[in-house]
């Protein structure tokens, strides 16, 4: 599994809350990427980083935010939550130079 | 923005058969990766093709990385019950915007069901 963990592994939330979920990664990799999962959609790319610090939009980041104080931790922050962010949440993390990502387990979030 | 047509959405199989699924785009990547997913778990890499007409396997599956750099084809031969899931294929493109991002773009899945 690369040693990634996410947290919460579910949750519900009402609409209008803030939501943290956690991706915490036990091998000091550079890139952390989070994905979301949804019928018809396949997995699309919310955000990413590729350093302490250093993080980039996806193709999905509106209402969506990201931080990475520590290389081991990349936390995505829905600031309000509404009902289109029900969603399977994954962390990935590039392993090595070249491309293989290795997924955590998931993070399934309602928004009711 | 970039975009894989996969295809099939689904296939229903016999045990023993084999199957055959592909991922094509307009777009030109310069890595391939497959990826199969069981319910309630994230997706676990199967495959990763690098080259421009690679043809790799790992046990029953064989992968080809196609020749344009626009396609690929992920076989499955003998399928067994445990093959059930849904596989993705991803095609990979790094970009440079502050650090070099190796971005994936998935299709939309192939959901897989074998028939014991």
């Known amino acids: 599994d690369a040693g990634i963990t996410q947290s919460p592994r579910h949750k519900v939330t009402e609409t209008g809350t803030p939501v943290t979920l956690r991706c915490h990664q036990t091998?000091?990799?550079?890139?952390m990427y989070w994905y979301r999962q949804d019928p018809g959609h396949g997995l699309r790319l919310i955000h990413y980083?590729?350093?302490?610090?250093?993080?980039d939009k996806g193709e999905v980041s509106d209402g969506y935010s990201v931080s990475r104080s520590k290389t081991e931790d990349f936390l995505l922050t829905l600031e309000s939550a509404t009902s289109s962010q029900t969603s399977v949440y994954f962390c990935?993390?590039?392993?090595?130079?070249?491309?293989?990502?290795?997924f955590g387990q998931g993070t399934r979030l309602t928004v009711v | 923005g970039q975009q894989l047509n996969q295809s099939p959405q689904s296939m229903f199989i016999q045990e023993g058969e084999d199957v055959s699924m592909n991922c094509t785009s307009s777009?030109?990547?310069?890595?391939w990766l497959w990826y199969k997913q069981d319910p309630g778990e994230g997706p676990v890499l199967l495959i990763a093709?690098?080259?421009?007409?690679e043809l790799t396997s790992n046990g029953r599956l064989t992968a080809q990385f196609g020749i344009t750099r626009k396609d690929s084809f992920l076989n499955i031969s003998a399928s067994i019950p445990s093959d059930v899931g849904i596989y993705f294929c991803?095609?990979?493109?790094?970009?440079?915007?502050?650090?070099?991002?190796?971005?994936?773009?998935f299709g939309k899945g192939t959901l897989l069901t074998v028939n014991p």
């Open positions: 990935a993390i590039r392993v090595g130079w070249n491309t293989e990502a290795f």
């Open positions: 091998e000091n990799h550079r890139y």
């Open positions: 980083s590729y350093g302490v610090k250093d993080t």
């Open positions: 777009s030109i990547f310069n890595t």
């Open positions: 093709l690098y080259k421009a007409g």
């Open positions: 991803a095609g990979q493109t790094i970009e440079n915007s502050g650090g070099s991002n190796y971005k994936l773009t």
